[in-house]
């Protein structure tokens, strides 16, 4: 089990790492590495070792650890490098859903250096708009603007690279998580205040959770129908999670695919589960099953 990472996510992919790790040496001998640079850890052999990464963020999901276990040749779960950096590219990503009709909300992508002015993002997006950087997870960098003085301020206040700004949608958070290409149990998220932040999502008891979603079984129906749709385009395998929004008059708008969700107490993938009977032990069986099964297969 790889966790830790140099990326913003650091601390909660320590606590998903272990976490999973005590899953995992139920079923299997396991040791736990801790990542501090952007490297292997010592004393891992892709002929006896088969590794379940829970970084985030960059190097963790971008398929900067993933290329490095490549090279290496190690049989691992989760997403390839390839399909961990499209799926970390917010654009890349919805670019490949619109093209297998998946809905979401309008927007557009610029980089820092050549940011719109807020009149022209409130005349094609409206004055209610979502910031947000184009290669970062778990809401970091984000911003809910309302109003022109707000959207001026969030744009002027951008850390250079690629952002995306989009029309907000106001309805339930929804999230679905899948594991080898099929959805399991559509989870509704519900923050006690504010919106689903960073701080709402790793503070115990500051969101509410609701397994499975408290929506219509045809809109359950079509998120997870969306999700597998997504999860296929961006060529991801193993498992997966992907976020929805269900609008006041029940359409879905996707957001975006997690292809290493947390795995922490308050984290969406192990609710998602347990919706269709998996506890957490049983899902991280699964989560290894696949890459088990590559290891064995690239035995002499």
Known sequence: MLSGGTSREREVSLRSGANVAA?????????????????????????????LSTLHGTFGEDGGMQRLLE??????????????????????????????????AEGLVFEACDAPLAAELTARLGTEVVIKPNN????VGLSLCTGRDEIAVALAR????????????????????????????????????????????YTKGNTEYFAPARIAPGAASAIQRFAESVFSACGC?????????????????????????GM????????????????YAGLVREMLAPALRRFQQNQP
């Open 23 to 51: 899953a995992a040496a139920c079923l299997l001998p396991t040791v736990l590495c801790q990542v501090d640079t952007e490297a292997l850890p010592a004393g891992l052999d892709p002929r006896v070792h088969v590794v």
């Open 71 to 104: 090279a290496a040749g190690f049989a691992y779960a989760g997403c390839d490098a390839a399909a961990s950096a499209c799926t970390m590219d917010k654009a890349a990503t919805k670019a490949l859903a619109a093209k297998v009709g998946v809905p979401m």
């Open 136 to 139: 970062e997870g778990s809401s």
């Open 158 to 201: 951008l850390a250079p690279g690629r952002w995306i700004a989009e029309r907000r949608i106001r309805g339930t958070e929804l999230t679905v998580g899948l594991l080898e290409g099929r959805a399991m149990g559509v989870v509704e998220v519900a923050p006690k205040t504010g919106v689903y932040d960073y701080t709402n999502k």
């Open 237 to 261: 395998r193993d498992f997966a999670r992907a976020d929805f929004l269900l609008s006041a008059d029940g359409e879905p708008y996707f957001l975006e695919i997690n292809t290493l969700p």
């Open 264 to 279: 922490t107490g308050t984290s969406l993938l192990p609710l998602s589960a347990k919706c269709i009977g998996l506890d």
